[in-house]
């Protein structure tokens, strides 16, 4: 049976990482049929807010993300 891989190769300008970044995900998603583009946008959302929380050292109750030997992984 044939085996048919899509593959990405990015380059991006990291002087522009907003739109960059934009135009990647617009290309991943469209990989995948309309039905299930929502639900990818969705999770892309959840990690970009995790990051976030990250970046600032603390969630918005003031308890701190990153803990010693957490099973979240960070």
């Not at 048919?4 to 990015?10: D, E, G, R, S, T």
């Not at 991943?28 to 583009?37: A, D, F, G, K, Q």
């Amino acid at each position: 049976m044939a085996q048919i891989q899509n593959v990405l190769k990015i380059e991006l300008d990291p002087n522009k990482p907003v739109p960059e970044i934009t135009q990647v995900i617009q290309a991943v998603i469209s990989l995948y049929p309309p039905i299930e583009r929502e639900a990818i946008l969705e999770g892309v959302k959840d990690e970009v807010s995790i990051g976030i929380k990250q970046l600032k050292g603390v969630e918005s109750y003031g308890e701190q993300v990153r803990k010693p030997n957490s099973e979240q992984g960070y």
